[in-house]
């Protein structure tokens, strides 16, 4: 799988590790297409999303864990601020679709959350690890045209990565 810039050329670079494709997808990159099973057991691609609505793609190391939760219920709390703009926000993590209806219910979270048990898509994106163990806390903002408009990194900033959502989608 590739990325592709708006002119049909490949933007991203790619890596092989561990014979896993790794890209380092950036800002001006079109988004890589996949397909994930969410929290109710549905298949849901990115694509579904495309020319319709952006989308706030965050991926965050575990369901139910004190910065995962806090990062979830503030991007529940802003979730009408995010349609308002326009944008669909979506969580993925390796945790099963099970552990994500669990999560979504005891927190009443309206979005989708997407099962990469594989952490295929993940290796996609080529969401860095935390100290070599702890899987990456990456917001990826990609309009509607599919493209990445603003990547925000930091495992312990919750927050943050709602606020630069925010800040991009608004500015657009």
Same mark, same amino acid.
């Given at each position: 799988?590739? /990325? ?7 933007? %991203? ?15 001006? @990159?079109?988004? $890589?297409?996949?397909? =994930? ?9 990115? *694509? @579904? ?8 793609? !965050?991926? !965050?190391?575990?369901?139910?864990? $004190? ?11 802003? !979730? ?6 326009? %944008?669909?926000? +979506? ?10 209806? #669990?999560?979504? %219910?005891?927190? *009443?979270? &309206? ?11 993940? #290796? ?9 163990? =702890? &899987?990456?806390?990456?917001? !990826? ?9 603003? +990547? ?17 989608? *608004?500015? /657009?």
């Amino acid at each position: 799988m590739r /990325a592709f810039n708006r002119n049909g050329t490949n933007r %991203a670079s790619i890596t092989k590790v561990n014979n896993y494709m790794l890209m380092s997808v950036k800002v001006g @990159d079109s988004a $890589p297409d996949f397909t =994930l099973v969410s929290q109710s057991g549905a298949s849901v691609s990115l *694509q @579904d999303f495309r020319g319709k609505k952006s989308v706030v793609l !965050y991926f !965050y190391p575990k369901d139910d864990t $004190p910065g995962c939760t806090a990062q979830s219920c503030e991007f529940r709390d802003r !979730y009408d601020v995010f349609t308002t703009a326009g %944008a669909e926000v +979506i969580g993925v993590s390796a945790d099963s679709p099970e552990s994500h209806q #669990k999560f979504a %219910a005891k927190y *009443q979270l &309206p979005f989708t959350l997407l099962s990469d048990t594989g952490n295929r898509v993940r #290796k996609l994106y080529g969401v860095p690890s935390t100290l070599g163990l =702890l &899987p990456g806390r990456v917001t !990826y903002v990609i309009d509607k045209e599919g493209v990445v408009q603003h +990547i925000f990194n930091s495992q312990f900033n919750f927050k943050g990565h709602i606020e630069e959502s925010l800040k991009t989608l *608004q500015a /657009a």
